[in-house]
């Protein structure tokens, strides 16, 4: 088994979006609109084989009620972390500091709906 999509449940898919493309330079893999149902799948490059699946969180609550609307916890991986956190942080993003873990060295960040993720050094 792998892990395919996660979905994301946000206010504003285009400017989460433009967020992801703009800061992280993800690619838009596809942008559906299937009846009232509107998705967006973005990948950190073009051959990744997991993507991210933004939804409407309004649309999904409608739909269904018993799913927890809150933010996955996803971390990602970086080649160049400072670089990275020098890029954010230039562009005005809402960035922590990077903090010394054991193995490994990491930020958080949040997109414009204040969603938090993290960045570790590959």
């Known amino acids: 088994m792998q892990l395919a999509q996660l979905m994301l449940y946000v206010e504003n898919q285009k400017e989460i979006r433009d967020f992801w493309v703009k800061h992280f330079d993800f690619v838009v893999k596809n942008e ?19 993507t991210i ?19 996955p916890s996803l971390l990602f991986a970086t080649s160049d972390l400072e670089k990275l956190h020098a890029r954010l942080v230039a562009a005005n993003v809402t960035v922590g500091e990077i903090v010394d873990m054991p193995g490994y060295r990491v930020f958080n960040f949040a ?7 993290a960045v570790k050094q590959a």
Request: hydrophobic share 35%; glycine share 2%; proline share 7%.
């Open 32 to 50: 559906v609109m299937n009846g009232d149902m509107y998705m967006i799948e973005l990948s950190p490059h073009a051959n990744a084989e997991t």
């Open 53 to 71: 699946i933004l939804h409407n969180r309004e649309q999904i609550m409608k739909m269904s009620p018993e799913l927890d609307m809150t933010t």
């Open 111 to 117: 997109d414009p709906e204040n969603h938090y993720f």
